[in-house]
């Protein structure tokens, strides 16, 4: 499993864009990237995933560079409600249809009034 | 999105005594997973829950601790066995292929205490 490197913490104002990146340089052929979100006493919550180049929906933009080593989730106009964990996963799928993933540590995000 | 129930939501345990904690999905689905996280850290796998099969348990975690049942398709179980103070943490399972799709959705955590 690729291992991922993101930074530890983060803060923003409200009404800022925020770009976390992850560094994932042994990322695989067949290594799909995906971010999850974790608000305190809740599970983590699916945000976006991408193989290569940009991908977008109505949460977050997801931008990831032709070597595939790295990827920068992007939140648009953050507000207080965005502050949480945000983990980089890298991961294959298997024939059951899942990805196989090892969580890291996260980037806890603080949004500020 | 489906829903993915667990139940206690939390508990405070003495040790040496078990719990069994349940994860119900709202649909049908492919994978079920068990994760630990201990407070303020990260999800550390424990098994895949296999549907007719014995449970598939990540390096460090074994059956005799965390005996794992998955009678059907919607429906696992996760047993923290002979409990001690380590094991406080909070126990999530996970479900994937819900629809045809294949990136993981949680269930809200059960949070364990051990005295």
């Known amino acids: 499993l690729a291992k991922t490197t993101q930074p530890i913490s983060m803060d923003s104002y409200e009404g800022q864009e925020v770009n976390i990146t992850c560094s994932h340089n042994n990322i695989a052929t067949n290594d799909y990237i995906t971010w999850y979100q974790q608000f305190p006493s809740q599970g983590p919550r699916f945000i976006i995933q991408?193989?290569?180049t940009k991908v977008t929906n109505e949460v977050a933009s997801l931008f990831i560079p032709a070597d595939r080593k790295s990827s920068t989730l992007s939140l648009p106009r953050v507000s207080l409600s965005d502050t949480a964990v945000y983990y980089c996963?890298?991961?294959?799928?298997?024939?059951?249809?899942?990805?196989?993933?090892?969580f890291g540590i996260g980037t806890k995000l603080q949004v500020i009034p | 999105s489906a829903v993915i129930s667990q139940k206690p939501s939390r508990d405070i345990c003495q040790r040496g005594t078990s719990l069994t904690i349940q994860c119900q999905v709202d649909?049908?689905?492919?994978?079920m997973f068990w994760y630990r996280q201990q407070p303020g850290q990260s999800l550390t796998l424990i098994a895949t829950a296999n549907q007719g099969s014995e449970a598939t348990y990540e390096s460090g975690f074994v059956i005799d601790k965390f005996p794992i049942s998955r009678p059907n398709l919607t429906f696992s179980t996760l047993t923290v066995s002979n409990m001690s103070p380590e094991d406080s943490s909070i126990y999530l399972c996970?479900?994937?292929?819900?629809?045809?799709?294949?990136?993981?959705?949680f269930g809200p955590g059960t949070r364990l205490l051990v005295l």
């Open positions: 649909s049908q689905v492919t994978m």
């Open positions: 991408g193989y290569k």
């Open positions: 996963l890298v991961g294959a799928f298997h024939s059951g249809g899942y990805q196989k993933v090892t």
């Open positions: 996970s479900a994937t292929g819900l629809a045809g799709q294949e990136t993981q959705y």
